[in-house]
C-alpha cells in the first residue's frame, strides 16, 4: 500500500523568506508525485508534478520540488514567500503502475505567511 | 484548458433522500474519472475510480449500494449519495484523466449538508 506523510500541520514563515513544506511517501516501484494547493471551501490547485528526469522540479507561482529517492522524500520550497501563499498544501502519490490510479494524499500542512 | 466541473457546488438535503453530484470534463475527454471525500481538516480520500462505460472500482469501506456512480460517457461522471444521513455530511470532490493518465485535473468540490 503506498502512503503520504506531511509531518508538519502548520509552518509559519515571515513574508519573504523561504519556505518549506515537507513530505515523504511510500509506494511499490517508482513513484508519481504531485503537489496540489487548497483554499477555503475550494478544489484542489495543481502546483507541479514529478514523473521522471531532473530531481527538481518547477512548478505554478514560484514553486519547486526536489525528488530525493534515496530520502523518499519531495520536499515543497520557494525561495520568497508571500502572504497569497498561504493556504492549505496537500502531497499526493501514486504508482507508475499501467493505468490510472487514485492519489493518496498525504493530511495536509497549513503554511501561513506573516506580513 | 483541463477543466473540471462540478454541480452543484452545495447541496443541503434533509435525511433519507438522495443527492446526484455531477463531474465534467469541459475542454478534454475524460478516459478515467476519481471520486474523492474530504472531511473538515482531514485530507482527501478516494472513494471510488470510474472507466466510461464500465463498472466503477470501489475502494476499501466504501459501501457501492449508498454511493451510486456512473459515467456514462468521456465527458459526465455522476455520485448519487442514496438515502444520505447526517454522517455522510462532507466534501466532495471529483478528478479526471485525460489521455496523459499522469496528472489529475480537479473539480471546485461539492458541499454536501444533510440535515
Known amino acids: 500500500a503506498q502512503s503520504v506523510a506531511q509531518p508538519e500541520d502548520q509552518v509559519n514563515v515571515a513574508e519573504g523568506n523561504p519556505l518549506t513544506v515537507k513530505c515523504t511517501y511510500s509506494?511499490?516501484?517508482?513513484?508519481?508525485l504531485f503537489w496540489y494547493v487548497q483554499y477555503p471551501n475550494r478544489g484542489l490547485q495543481f502546483l507541479l508534478k514529478?514523473?521522471?528526469?531532473?530531481?527538481l522540479v518547477k512548478g505554478s507561482y514560484g514553486f519547486e520540488a526536489e525528488f530525493n529517492k534515496s530520502q523518499t522524500s519531495f520536499h515543497l520550497k520557494k525561495p520568497s514567500a508571500l502572504v497569497s501563499d498561504s493556504a492549505l498544501y496537500f502531497c499526493?502519490?501514486?504508482?507508475?503502475?499501467?493505468?490510472?490510479?487514485?492519489?493518496?494524499f498525504g493530511k495536509g500542512t497549513h503554511l501561513i505567511i506573516q506580513p | 484548458g483541463a477543466v473540471v466541473s462540478q454541480h452543484p457546488s452545495w447541496v443541503i438535503c434533509k435525511s433519507g433522500t438522495s443527492v446526484k453530484i455531477e463531474c465534467r470534463s469541459l475542454?478534454?475527454?475524460?478516459?478515467?474519472m476519481f471520486w474523492y471525500r474530504q472531511f473538515p481538516k482531514q485530507s482527501l480520500m478516494l472513494m471510488a475510480t470510474?472507466?466510461?462505460?464500465?463498472?466503477?472500482?470501489?475502494e476499501q469501506g466504501v459501501e457501492k449500494d449508498k454511493f451510486l456512480i456512473n459515467h456514462a460517457s468521456l465527458t459526465l461522471s455522476t455520485l448519487t449519495v442514496t438515502s444520505a444521513h447526517p454522517e455522510d455530511s462532507s466534501f466532495y470532490i471529483c478528478?479526471?484523466?485525460?489521455?496523459?493518465?499522469?496528472?489529475?485535473?480537479f473539480g471546485p468540490g461539492t458541499r454536501l449538508t444533510v440535515t
Open positions: 478528478s479526471a484523466t485525460g489521455s496523459s493518465s499522469y496528472e489529475q485535473y
Open positions: 509506494v511499490s516501484g517508482n513513484p508519481y
Open positions: 514529478y514523473i521522471t528526469g531532473d530531481n
Open positions: 499526493a502519490v501514486r504508482g507508475s503502475g499501467g493505468g490510472a490510479d487514485g492519489l493518496t
Open positions: 475542454d478534454f475527454q475524460a478516459t478515467t
Open positions: 470510474s472507466n466510461e462505460g464500465s463498472k466503477a472500482t470501489y
